[in-house]
Structure formats: structure tokens, C-alpha cells
């Protein structure tokens, strides 16, 4: 574990890194989908990550990363081990995370679905 601090160039620092967790124990008062997931995801690189908030709702434990229970160092430790043992498994999840990230979060989907409630709001006004 190495503590960085603030850093600058975060998606060298995800692509050489052999896994991102994301060990949080609430998403409240923080963003309920937190950017590091996802940049990761779009990497190419398996996360593990707290479920908890709206983490839940981008990770599919299995499917496309890895979900532990928040404040549980033994189901992490388990997540890691699997995470670095076995390499057929990281294939599928990251295959998932990417497929996941050009479906959903793809730039002109999201810049419509940021429009949509532009509209919404202006008619409401």
C-alpha cells in the first residue's frame, strides 16, 4: 500500500496498478458512485469495492468487479486472494467492467441524459 496523496496523472497510476479497492464504509456526503470505480473499470483493471450506496448499482459482484462487505477485513482479504489467483476470473469481470462503461456511461448517452433534466428543469421554471 502505498499513500500518494493528491495525484495528477491517476490513469498511469490505475493502468499499472494490478487492482483498485475501493474500501468505503458509506458513499454518504461523498459522490454515491465514486469516479475511481468507473475510471477504473474503463482501464481495464478489476475493482473490489464496499457495497454500499450507490456502488452496489455499478458493480455486479462476479459480473463485472467485486463486491465486500463494508468493514469486513476478512471478506477483503478473501477478494484479494481470488483477485490475484485467478486470472480467468479478472478476464471475465474486466471484460464485464469495460463492456459496462461503453453501455452506460458512453459520452453522448450521458451528455442526453444530462440534457433530458436540463429540460426538465427549465419547464418546471
Known amino acids: 500500500i502505498i499513500r500518494l496523496g493528491i495525484v495528477h496523472n491517476l490513469e498511469d497510476l490505475i493502468c499499472s ?3 483498485i ?8 456526503g461523498i459522490a454515491d ?9 474503463a482501464c481495464g483493471k478489476p475493482v473490489i469495492a ?5 456502488i452496489s448499482e455499478i458493480i455486479k459482484n462476479g459480473i463485472n468487479g467485486v463486491l ?3 468493514g469486513d477485513p476478512k471478506d477483503l482479504a478473501n477478494a484479494l486472494i481470488r483477485v490475484i489467483n485467478d486470472k480467468s476470473f479478472v478476464q471475465k469481470i474486466t471484460k464485464n467492467a469495460i463492456n459496462y462503461i461503453v ?3 458512453d459520452i453522448k448517452k ?11 428543469i427549465i419547464q418546471e421554471t
Open 17 to 19: 496498478s494490478d487492482v
Open 21 to 28: 479497492v475501493v474500501p468505503y464504509l458509506t458513499t454518504f
Open 33 to 41: 458512485q465514486p469516479m475511481a470505480i468507473l475510471e477504473t473499470m
Open 50 to 54: 464496499s457495497a454500499v450506496g450507490g
Open 68 to 70: 465486500v462487505k463494508p
Open 103 to 105: 453501455q452506460e456511461h
Open 110 to 120: 450521458v451528455a442526453s441524459q444530462f440534457e433530458k433534466v436540463y429540460y426538465e
